[in-house]
C-alpha cells in the first residue's frame, strides 16, 4: 500500500501516522491512507498571512498570469503520474480527462485572460471615472485591490484535480494565498498534483497549503479579510454557512452546491428529429460520465407526455450498451463510485424515489461489470426512474441519487415543463432541447432566473457544444437556491471575486495617480518629444499630445465618402440633412477618427509596432463642414506582458486615450487606442 498521505502545512510535508484507510473504488483493495497527526491550523493561518501573503504580492498580476502558465505546462508534462491514480477513483480514462486535462485547461485559461484583461500592477480600475461636479474638479471612481487575506477552498470527492485547480487560479491571480482541502476519499489524488505542483518550484512560498483529513478549528481562525468557498453537497454548505465565526467577521463564503439539474425536451421535437437523437444522447451521457457523479449531471429529463415511452425506450437501449467496469479496460466505458459508502449513500436514496417513481431500467438488466475484483468494488447500475405525475411528486424535486441516476418527467406544455424545472428550487445548469427559436426565446428568461446556466441544443450547435454538464472557464459556474447561490469561474469575473472593490473619490489628477491610469480632466505632462517616439519603458502615464488643427471641407466628405463607399444622405442629400435633426450635412463619423489620426501619428518608424484595436469609442457631437477639430492623445495605461518578439525586443500594450475637439472645445469623438510599444531592448 502507498505511504501515508502527508498534508503541505507552512511549507512542509507533516504526516507519519497512519489514520484512515481509503480504499480502491475498482476493487475494494487499499490504495492509501490519511496521516493521524492534528494539523495546527494557526500555524498554517499564519504562514499564509505571513509568507504567502508577501510572496504574491512580491508579484502582479501580469507576473502571476506567466507563472500559472509556467504550471500548467509542467502539470501537463507529467499528466500520466496522475491518470494512473486516478484510476484508483473509478474514473476512465475519458473521466480521468475531465480532471486532470480540464484542471490544467483551467489554468491555462486563467493565465490567458490574466495576460490580456488584467494591468500589471496590484490594482485594478473597473472605472469609468465619473464627474461629480460640474466644473471638473471633482470624481468619483472604483477600483479593486487584493483582500489582504486567505482563501480556504473545500472540494468534493468527485474531480479531486479540477476542483482544486479551478479555485486555486482565481485566487493566485487575485495575491490570494489558499489552504485546499479536498474531500477524503480521493484525496490520495489531490495530494499527489500537490507534490507535483510543489516540486515544480513554481509555487511562491505559502502561495498553496493542503489539508488531508478535517478542517479542526480551521474556520474559527479566519477573519474578513479571508474567504471560503466550497463544491458539495447542500445540506453542508447550509452547515458551514452558518459557522459563527464567518457570520461574526462576515467572511464572504461561495458555495457550489449539488443540484436537481434538469434537461428539456421541447414540445416540438419529434422522435423523427436529430434533436430528438441529441437529447437521448445527452441525458445518457450525463448519467455515465464518472458514473454520474457530477454536479452537473442531468437528474431530471422533462418529455412531452406524447414521448414518454419513445424517449423511455430510446435511453434503455443506449444505456444497455454501456459496458462498466475496471477502467483500465479499453472496453469499460462507466466505472464504479468513488467510494463504497457513495454506493450505500446511492442506493439508500434510490430506494427513497422508488416509493413513488417506477424503475424503467437498472441493475435487473443485467449489469454486470468487467475486470478482475470487481465484486468488491463499488458499482451502481445506471438507473433510469420514471414520475408519471411529477407536479404531485415532491421526492423527485427534493433527492439527488448522486450517481448514474436520472428521473423521467412527463409534461403538458412548455410552461409546465418549465414550471417542473423550477420545482428543484434552484440548479447549475439546464438544457432546452428545441428546434423552434420562438420557444428558447421564451422558456429562457424564464428559466434564467432557477438556473445558474442554460444550454439551448440543436443541430447546428450540436457540432460544437460542449455539452449540458461542462462548466467552462469563461462562463459563470453555479446557480441560485439549492445550487449554493454562489459564482465561480466567468473569465475575469472570477478574479475579481477574491479582490476587494472600494470607491475613491478626488480630483482626477488624485485618481490617475491612484489608479495607474489616465482620468480626462487629469493634469498632463506635454513635451517636445511626440509620445509615439517614446519606448515602453520611457512613457509615463499622462504624457501627451496636442495636434495642430484640420478644418473639414466638403472635399473631405465627397473624398471619404468615395473611398468608403459610404453614401449615406446625410452626408450627401442637402436638402434632407436640413430637415435632419443636425440641421446640415456632417462629416462621416469614421472620417473624423481617420483625420484625427492623422494629426496625431508620428509616420516614421519608431517604438510602436502596431495599433491592433479601439475601446469605448463614441462620437459625441457632430461634426459639419466648415468645423475645425484637433485631437489630445495621452498616454492612459500601460501593461508590461512580460513578452518578447523573434529578435528577443521586449514589449508591452500601452492604450492612449484620444479626444477629439472642435474650434468651441467642445468633444465630438472619444476612444481608447491599443498599441503594441517595444521596449529599449
Given amino acids: 500500500m502507498k505511504n501515508t498521505l502527508q498534508s503541505f502545512i507552512a511549507g512542509r510535508w507533516i504526516g507519519e501516522q497512519a489514520g484512515q484507510v481509503l480504499r480502491s473504488a475498482v476493487n475494494g483493495r487499499p490504495v492509501a491512507q490519511t496521516h493521524a497527526e492534528a494539523i495546527d491550523f494557526g500555524e498554517a493561518v499564519a504562514f499564509a498571512r505571513g509568507k504567502g501573503l508577501l510572496a504574491l504580492l512580491a508579484m502582479d498580476f501580469q507576473q502571476r498570469a506567466e507563472r500559472l502558465k509556467a504550471l500548467a505546462k509542467y502539470l501537463a508534462e507529467h499528466k500520466e503520474t496522475l491518470y494512473a491514480i486516478s484510476a484508483h477513483t473509478g474514473a476512465t480514462r475519458a473521466d480521468s480527462w475531465i480532471d486532470i486535462e480540464g484542471g490544467v485547461g483551467t489554468l491555462l485559461a486563467y493565465a490567458s485572460i490574466a495576460s490580456n484583461e488584467l494591468p500589471s500592477g496590484n490594482l485594478v480600475h473597473e472605472g469609468p471615472a465619473m464627474a461629480l461636479g460640474k466644473k471638473g474638479g471633482f470624481a468619483g471612481t472604483h477600483i479593486l485591490v487584493p483582500r489582504g487575506g486567505l482563501a ?11 476542483g482544486l485547480l479551478e479555485k486555486f487560479a482565481p485566487s493566485f491571480l487575485a495575491g490570494m ?23 515544480s518550484g513554481l509555487l511562491p512560498e505559502g502561495s498553496l497549503q493542503l489539508v488531508i483529513g478535517g478542517t479542526g478549528d480551521l474556520l474559527n481562525r479566519l477573519d474578513g479579510q479571508d474567504v471560503v468557498t466550497f463544491t458539495g453537497s447542500a445540506d453542508t454548505a447550509a452547515k458551514l454557512r452558518v459557522n459563527p465565526n464567518l457570520v461574526r467577521h462576515s467572511v464572504p463564503f461561495n ?55 419513445a424517449v423511455a425506450s430510446k435511453l434503455k437501449e443506449r444505456l444497455a450498451r454501456i459496458v462498466a467496469g475496471d477502467p483500465a479496460r479499453d472496453d469499460v466505458r462507466m466505472g464504479p463510485l468513488a467510494s463504497h459508502d457513495q454506493q450505500s449513500d446511492v442506493a439508500e436514496r434510490v430506494a427513497t424515489l422508488l416509493q413513488s417513481a417506477e424503475l424503467v431500467y437498472g441493475a435487473r438488466d443485467g449489469f454486470t461489470p468487467v475486470g478482475d475484483g470487481v465484486a468488491e468494488g ?8 420514471l414520475s408519471r405525475n411529477p407536479l404531485n411528486d415532491d421526492a423527485v424535486h427534493d433527492i439527488e441519487a448522486f450517481g448514474p441516476v436520472s428521473t423521467l418527467m412527463a409534461y403538458e406544455g412548455i410552461d409546465e415543463a418549465l414550471a417542473l424545472a423550477a420545482r428543484g428550487r434552484g440548479s447549475l445548469v439546464a438544457t432546452l432541447v428545441t428546434r423552434d427559436p420562438k420557444i428558447a426565446a421564451k422558456a429562457i428568461p424564464v428559466a434564467a432566473a432557477w438556473h445558474g446556466r442554460l444550454l439551448v441544443l440543436d443541430a447546428e450547435a450540436a457540432a460544437e457544444s460542449t455539452g449540458h454538464g461542462s462548466p467552462l472557464p469563461m462562463l459563470k459556474h453555479g446557480g441560485p437556491g439549492r445550487a449554493g447561490g454562489g459564482e465561480e469561474l466567468g473569465g475575469v469575473r472570477a478574479v475579481k471575486h477574491y479582490l476587494q472593490r472600494a ?25 517636445e518629444v511626440h509620445p509615439f517616439r517614446r519606448h515602453f519603458e520611457d512613457l509615463q502615464i499622462g504624457d501627451s499630445l496636442l495636434t495642430h488643427r484640420r478644418t473639414v471641407g466638403e472635399a473631405d466628405i465627397v473624398a471619404f465618402g468615395g473611398l468608403s463607399g459610404d453614401f449615406f444622405y446625410m452626408h450627401f442629400d442637402e436638402i434632407a440633412a436640413k430637415e435632419s435633426s443636425f440641421g446640415k450635412r456632417i462629416a462621416h463619423g469614421y472620417f473624423v477618427l481617420s483625420a484625427a489620426a492623422g494629426l496625431f501619428v508620428s509616420p516614421a518608424p519608431g517604438p510602436v509596432l502596431a495599433n491592433y484595436g479601439l475601446d469605448t469609442l ?15 492623445l495621452t498616454c492612459k495605461r500601460k501593461t508590461d506582458r512580460n513578452k518578447k518578439d523573434a529578435k528577443g525586443v521586449g514589449q508591452g500594450v500601452v492604450a492612449w486615450d484620444v479626444e477629439v475637439t472642435n474650434q468651441d472645445g467642445e468633444l465630438v469623438a472619444a476612444y481608447d487606442i491599443l498599441t503594441l510599444v517595444a521596449k529599449r531592448g
Avoid at 494565498?177 to 516540486?199: D, F, N, Q
Fill in 503 to 527: 470607491a475613491v473619490q478626488g480630483s482626477p489628477t488624485m485618481l490617475a495617480a491612484v489608479t495607474g491610469e489616465y482620468v480626462r480632466g487629469a493634469r498632463v505632462r506635454e513635451s
Fill in 177 to 199: 494565498p489558499c489552504i485546499g482541502k479536498p474531500a477524503t476519499s480521493t484525496s490520495y489524488l489531490t495530494e499527489a498534483a500537490v507534490r507535483l505542483m510543489h516540486r
Fill in 152 to 162: 480556504v477552498h473545500i472540494n468534493a470527492f468527485n474531480f479531486p484535480i479540477w
Fill in 378 to 385: 463499488a458499482f451502481f447500475a445506471p438507473t433510469l426512474l
Fill in 618 to 632: 463614441r462620437f459625441i457631437k457632430p461634426v459639419g463642414i466648415g468645423d475645425t477639430i484637433r485631437a489630445r
Fill in 255 to 309: 458555495a457550489e452546491a449539488d443540484s436537481l439539474n434538469c434537461a428539456i425536451l421541447a414540445p416540438d421535437v419529434t422522435p423523427d428529429d436529430p434533436e430528438f437523437d441529441l437529447f437521448i444522447k445527452e441525458v445518457a451521457r450525463e448519467m455515465t460520465v464518472k458514473a454520474g457523479q457530477k454536479c452537473t449531471a442531468i437528474r431530471r429529463a422533462i418529455v412531452p407526455r406524447q414521448h414518454l415511452d
